[in-house]
């Protein structure tokens, strides 16, 4: 068994907490440096690619096992709410016989409301750190699954929002709010399909430093995974649907505008023949009469009330 050496608090990067209950000790990185790194080198057997891959912000999600330690890379999504953007923030997190070592960059709640109420609260301590390594991995892994499922709640909703409103958007704001929600949905779904694979394999594989016991736990959690999954392949049929709608809707209002300009250009068309003929320095009949701006000016509009009547009449306008 691989055990914590005792080396003092002052010797800690700024970046690394520790808490400690019995023989379990929860290391936590937030925003890993090479600093950060080094200490975790001198610390634990880890390997150097698995320590260069946790400052790699590109790492495909993964799950590599040693004779010592599991090594995990996983991404969750962050909304961004001035930016209204979901980004993907990555975490590793080793998982040896008596330690649990996580670093990510300090923008997944979970992890850190996880690790402030472990430090600060005796009964929490002795719950997450007083069973085994494996327990805590499986708190901290279910805390981040479900933080999953209000980000994909809030863009169900907004493709709600924007599914009742269809009919009153406009226009030019209509195609921007189509493509903020279907980048969201683009997005959790780029984040969350590589988690599954790796969540299910600890419901389906033995691994020796996972408690058999927990097996049931780590099938929850899988599930939960799923879940949120098939509720983004529901979303995925949303959106596109609302696409096709918003995309036939603004189609027809544009022919319905086109049409309406065509019956106006077509209606006003022979009183601007008439105005061009008696235009020319040229002699032309009526032309010496004292009423003949009165009956051309009449002429164009019996005219043209008589085109728009007729457009009426077959329904073009």
């Given amino acids: 068994m691989v055990t914590v050496q005792p080396v003092p608090r002052e010797a800690a990067p700024a970046n690394v907490r520790t808490v400690s209950h019995g023989a379990i000790t929860w290391v936590d990185v937030v925003e890993p440096d090479r600093d950060a790194l080094d200490y975790l080198a001198a610390r634990f057997p880890f390997h150097e690619l698995d320590l260069d ?14 004779d010592d330690y599991l090594f995990f890379i996983l991404h969750f999504p962050v909304f961004e709410a001035r930016t209204r953007l979901t ?31 472990a430090s ?26 479900d933080y999953c499922g209000p980000i994909v709640n809030r863009v169900a909703g907004s493709a ?50 996972l408690d058999p016991e927990l097996e049931v736990y780590f099938s929850d959690v899988a599930d939960h995974i799923r879940q949120t999954w098939d509720a983004l392949e529901d979303l995925r049929e949303v959106v596109e649907g609302l696409n096709d709608a918003f ?49 051309l000016a009449g002429a164009q509009v019996l005219v043209t009330a008589s085109l728009i009547l007729f457009f009426r009449w077959r329904r073009w306008i």
């Fill in 53 to 66: 891959d946790v400052l790699s912000k590109r790492q495909r999600p993964k799950l590599d096992e040693y």
């Fill in 87 to 117: 980004s993907r923030s990555q975490v590793s997190i080793f998982l040896g016989p008596d330690y649990v070592v996580t670093a990510h960059r300090g923008n997944l709640r979970p992890i850190l409301q996880l690790f402030e109420e």
């Fill in 120 to 145: 600060s609260r005796d009964d929490l301590k002795e719950k997450l750190l007083g069973q085994s390594p494996s327990y805590l991995f499986y708190q901290l892994l279910d805390r981040l699954v």
């Fill in 160 to 209: 709600d929002t924007l599914q009742e409103g269809l009919l009153s958007l406009d226009t030019r704001s209509g195609p921007q709010e189509m493509v903020l929600l279907r980048r969201e949905l683009i997005a959790l779904r780029r984040i969350i399909r590589p988690q599954i694979g790796i969540i299910a394999s600890l419901e389906h594989r033995r691994y020796k430093l």
């Fill in 247 to 295: 995309n036939w809707y603004t189609t027809n209002r544009t022919n319905e505008v086109i049409k309406l300009l065509t019956a106006i250009a077509a209606s006003v068309l022979p009183a601007v023949f008439i105005s061009q003929m008696y235009g020319q320095n040229i002699r032309l009949p009526l032309a010496d009469q004292p009423y003949a701006f009165w009956f």
